[in-house]
């Protein structure tokens, strides 16, 4: 809702959000007039250019100021597992794609080499781009591939680019496991694993250059899911579906992903978005969110000549998760309360990051997250753990851990791992294929990576909250000269102009000004 026009701004008293978003029933609501009146100051307030004259939006300079992906960055945390490629959140692949040259030199270190410490202390690269001007402004010094270098740190989990041999700035990144490992894919109806057919391994050790930077890469491996480009339209017609490909052409959409389409909402394997369904509850459209390799990949090659197996990327299920962040962060910064506490309860989401930060601190606590979860998070941490939380655990996965041990199994231990395939018989010698051993293993801590991402969200939005509080200002004083107190009315506000921030746009007045004229409409 959008409140009359005041005669001036009032900054006599304590303005807060409280103040301004519970107001009385005696305030009038806008009618008619006082929209046309507030259009008029629309359109006689400041330009970009700044010679008009009027009320100055000060959550523009606001929002131009502050690096919203920075702050992202750091909320996703984890990078996921890599099966031998090199791992990149999606605002940094996206950056790297757009600077790196063909041709440029790629230097992967071996694991047991550490990072000089100093580059801990160099800027993040997403933290000196914060518009797409900054991108052209710094083209010029990566338009030579020799030039430019790269070596990767796997054990310090650092990308660091040099710039006429200086180095210039770091990416964080996540290499393939130190040591091979078989990654179970899934469990069958009687909760044996299903083990992927390739093995992951190391990044290789060795000179890479910059290959290719392929729109959409399409995987020998997982072409199902990667010969859909990330945010692909997809559609059902005639009870077929359909994909629009990198051309522009629609295309049959490859059975395993049409019969994911066509399941529960609640059995989905893969990730979608925008999604749409018909008067019986069925999908009909939807945008692709699995691409394993997602957008802006760079192929890699050892000679120049040849693709290499090891890519540099983020994954399809990295940029649904920036997406999901940002939108629980805008409802967060629009939430009409005052402490970080209060806000982030307007993001249903931020229960469970609360729950997950609190079992950190101390995972005795009881019932804070379900037993599996903890239980994997005590299994990691050589913990103790109740009778609730073991049963939640397969028993492939206490066997994995004696054998990571050098423990001795039972017979009934062994032939467990006879029966799922893990270990074979040789006479009275039990062979134990460790790949799969350790797969369980890494397999369970997949929870505890989840757990730790769930809680960095939360710890990292409070430690930020303060250096938040000058844009959070400015939204607030521009509200109260626009007397807009209607929570609904800002959220739409904030996210229009957050998305096109994130989307590296340099804001302007009329920007704002706009946007104020559209909600006028509404």
Known sequence: MLWGLPVRADFDSQLTYGTLFDRGPDTS?????????????????????????????ESVGALNDYNFGVLINEMIGSLYRSHGCLHMAPRSIFLVSRLLPIGAKIIVKSYNEAADPSYDQLPTLTSLINFDDDIKALAPRFAKPSSVTVTVYPASALWIIFLGGEPFARIKIESGPSTAVKVVQSRDSQGRPIFEADTAYPTSATTFYVFKKPANYVSGIYHDTTVIPQESQMKKDGGKWAFLDADGNWAKVPDIVAADLNAPAAKQVYLYYNVATDESGSLIKARWGSNEFGKYPIQLSRDRKTSASELAHTSGDLMMEQRQMVRELIKVLAAPKDTFEDCVKYSKNFDLYLACYNFLQNPDAPDLIEPLGSASFKLARNLPLTTTETAAVPPDVFVAYKVA?????????????????????????????????????????????????NANIYSTLKSHWAELAPLRQALLNDLNKFKISDPIVFHAYLQELVLRRMDLARLTQDDAYQELNYLLEE
């Open 29 to 57: 609501i806008l009618g008619q007039n006082e929209k046309n009146a507030l259009r008029n100051i629309i359109t006689m307030t400041a330009t970009a250019s700044g010679e008009g004259q009027g009320l100055v939006i």
């Open 405 to 453: 041990g050098n423990t001795p199994l039972t017979t009934e231990e062994s032939d467990l791992l006879v029966s799922e395939g893990i270990a074979k018989w040789q006479g009275t010698e039990l062979k134990i294929d460790q790949l799969k051993t350790q797969g369980l293993i890494y397999d369970i801590y997949e929870y505890v990576i989840s757990i730790k991402k």
